[in-house]
């Protein structure tokens, strides 16, 4: 009788193992599924992600799309079309292969009337050969006219053109703070220097320091096929005279 009891409960036994092993195997096979089913899941997402990715680069060029951003040159000098003070356009795009520098210009402040007594900005132009070196003033003061530009340019005698901004786009595109904030563009394009002209603001220069044009630096830099030592210092000058912005209502 002993023995039979004992046949029993090992029955009993083999039993409740086969059954624990089957549920055990049950689980892993969902948890199994169920990871697969989540990798599948993230495998489609990134393929998804991947597949718009290409598409938003696969848009027309001239449409703006996040491969296009990072692929943009963050130094690549902003494009425009202004006219000159006797109305005639200016593309930068046709000056690509040479030096292009940009002044800002207010004939009414103070720091760039100090610069066209003493003739910085002329006699730096005279310097340099210009099939190399183009200069533009850029005057984005919102009540100037061509006009009155003119009579600025006859009366300081100069050899180049001033651009009418006064709607201030071309400005605040290459984030223009001061007159005068000076932009030295390379022949490729790009902007190498920007900042103060020099560190003489009002023609003074700090009497521990020897007088620098930056302007100047950069751009003999460039001509000698260097790189530009001081990509920027901090501009000084009176702000851009923008178009105010319009009054709330």
């Known amino acids: 009788m002993k023995t039979k009891t004992l046949w029993i409960v090992g029955l009993l036994s083999v039993g409740l193992l086969l059954t624990a092993h089957s549920f055990a195997d049950t689980c892993g096979d969902k948890k199994d599924k169920d990871n697969k089913a989540a990798f599948m899941t993230d495998t489609q997402a990134l393929s998804s992600c991947s597949t718009d990715n290409n598409a938003d680069c696969d848009k027309k060029k001239d449409d703006t799309t996040a491969c296009d951003r990072d692929k943009k040159d963050p130094n690549a ?29 207010n004939y009414d402040c103070p720091f760039v009337k100090a610069h066209y007594q003493a003739e910085t900005f ?38 180049y053109d001033v651009l009418l901004d006064t709607d201030g786009k071309t400005g605040k595109a290459y984030s223009a703070k001061t007159t005068p904030h000076v932009y030295v563009i390379d022949a490729n394009g790009r902007i190498v220097y ?13 009497a521990n320091q020897t007088y620098v044009n930056y302007v100047e630096k950069a751009v003999d830099e460039l001509l000698a096929e260097k790189t530009v030592s001081t990509p920027w210092v901090k501009p000084y ?13």
């Open 122 to 159: 002329k006699k730096l132009v005279e310097k340099y050969d210009r099939q190399k070196v183009v200069w533009f003033a850029v005057n984005s003061t919102h009540y100037t006219t061509a006009k009155a530009n003119q009579d600025f340019i006859a009366q300081h005698k100069l050899p």
């Open 194 to 206: 920007h900042g103060a002209a020099d560190n003489a603001p009002m023609g003074k220069t700090p």
């Open 237 to 249: 000058g009176c702000s851009v005279k923008y178009p105010p912005a319009p009054a709330e209502k």
């Open 77 to 105: 000098a902003p494009l425009f079309t202004l006219t000159n003070q006797d109305g005639k356009e200016v593309k930068l795009a046709d000056y690509k292969g040479q030096i292009v520098v940009m002044e800002w210009f």
